[in-house]
């Protein structure tokens, strides 16, 4: 017992210590382990499948709510670097003039990656602060945004993935200053999803959601209804759940990742042409006039409001805005179009997540506290639960914890030198005396 008391200091050193040094290397909570393996039934069984924690693929809107009860629900969504070129747009878009019916401003998710983007300039981290700041969503694109797009695919390892998407993560919350918490989704560049060494990755390290995964045909005469989001407790249906396009589909996931969510691209089409087409900066989306992306949008827009409702996403990226500058006014020029529907909201992709979790049809949608976040006025939760849950996921926890192992390295032997000679009174009651009995170790 001796040996043990007084070598207790040097056990709790050794434990921070190893906890700083994970720190300071950005081992974050990196599970090595072999790859799970989805059950054996592959397919997801609604009965068995239930939300909050579970939910099959569905074009169908979540409990049991019927399609004209359902909110529309609309995300903008960006990729690649935030700086001081491109935050004119994004303050542009993201007027506070424009607001959903409930009154609060619209939302947006930005994907932001390190690396420099088609204007040439890697992410001003006060530019991601700013944007957070006003509660727009910051999300997780990558360190270095790898060429070829191959690379994402069918190259890049578990570890890769790791490095890519939890250093990204950590940066932009050590840089501009946001809580990891907050930063809870991933797009893979290129939406080029890398099977399970990508999802196995973000789900050790407790992403909530991934929005690269494309579904449905190409073709709109084999097109189905759009889907909602789904969690990956089973692996989806390859060709047609999971389809990630140019690349191939053989990348798809085929583990198990209970509670992990994908947030899938419902292909969007061209009216004229039949063929889907990702959004108007993407490649072989060449639209001849301004009025015909306009048009694009209104098409696809038309599309899931009159049939099932599931999330239209619009898929932009700033630098499209250096080569065609009007297009700022085009995505306005749709945000104020929707703005007289009562029941379209533009939001960010974790606020469609917890709606997901917890649905509320339009006769309670004005009061979905997720929805109100950018409402002035509306206070912010100080739950206990969730500023514990900040403080946990704040990358300066090791560090508190490593200083504190250090004073019982400097301080605990003298503690415990004294508390060996401590005289510990343990109550007898021969002949109603009291025995002091000296404990030796």
């Known amino acids: 017992m001796k040996n043990l008391y007084s070598s207790l200091p040097f056990l709790l050193w050794v434990y921070h210590y190893v906890s700083l040094c ?17 059950p054996d039934a592959e397919t997801c069984d ?28 609309i995300l903008i969504t960006f990729d690649d670097a935030v700086h001081s070129v491109n935050i004119d747009y994004f303050r542009a878009i993201f007027n506070p003039k424009y607001k959903n019916p409930n009154g609060c401003p619209i939302g ?24 957070h700041g006003r509660g727009l969503e910051i999300a997780v694109h990558s360190l270095s945004h790898t060429y070829p797009e191959q690379w994402w695919s069918g190259n890049a390892t578990y570890k890769d993935y790791v ?10 919350s050590q840089r501009a200053g946001i809580p990891e918490g907050d930063l809870v989704g991933v797009r893979v560049p290129f939406m080029s999803i890398g099977g399970d060494n990508m999802y196995k990755a973000l789900y050790d390290n407790n992403f909530v959601y991934d929005k690269s995964m494309l579904t449905g045909s190409p073709h709109f005469k084999d097109r189905s209804l759009p889907l909602f989001p789904y969690t990956l407790d089973f692996p989806p249906q390859v060709g047609t759940v999971c389809d990630n ?12 990742y209970p509670g992990f969510w994908a947030v899938p691209v419902n292909r ?17 989306c060449d639209f001849a006039e301004d009025e015909d992306v306009f048009e694009f949008y209104v098409h696809n827009f038309n599309l899931h409001y009159e049939n099932n409702r599931a999330p239209l996403c619009l898929l932009l990226h700033s630098s499209w805005f250096k080569s065609h500058p009007e297009g700022v006014d085009i995505v306005k020029q749709f945000i104020e179009y929707v703005a007289s529907y009562k029941d379209v909201y533009i939001i960010t992709v974790h606020e469609l997540v917890q709606w997901m979790k917890q649905p509320t049809d339009l006769s309670q949608i004005h009061n979905f506290k997720p929805w ?21 996921n704040s990358p300066y926890v090791y560090f508190i914890f490593a200083i504190f192992g250090l004073f019982l390295l400097l301080f ?12 510990i009174s343990v109550g007898k009651t021969t002949d109603g005396k009291t025995e002091r009995v000296k404990i030796d170790y």
């Open 46 to 73: 609604p009965s068995e499948c239930h939300i909050p924690k579970c939910h099959c693929p569905s074009s169908s809107p979540p409990g049991n709510i019927e399609p004209s009860k359902t909110p529309q629900v």
């Open 245 to 256: 396009g140019r690349v191939g589909s053989l990348n798809c996931p085929r583990g198990s």
């Open 268 to 284: 969007p089409f061209r009216k004229e042409a039949g063929e889907s087409c990702n959004g108007a900066d993407a490649l072989g």
């Open 163 to 172: 490095k890519e998407m939890v250093g990204q993560r950590r940066k932009i």
């Open 108 to 131: 947006g998710t930005f994907f932001v990656s390190d690396a420099a983007d088609g204007f040439g300039l890697e992410t001003q981290y006060e530019v991601a602060k700013e944007l």
């Open 372 to 392: 109100r976040t950018r409402c002035t006025g509306d206070e912010k939760s100080t739950d206990f639960s969730d500023l514990f849950l900040d403080f946990l």
């Open 412 to 423: 605990g032997r003298r503690c415990l030198w004294r508390c060996r000679r401590l005289l």
């Open 22 to 38: 994970l720190f300071l290397q950005g081992a974050g909570t990196v599970n090595a382990a072999e790859l799970g393996r989805a």
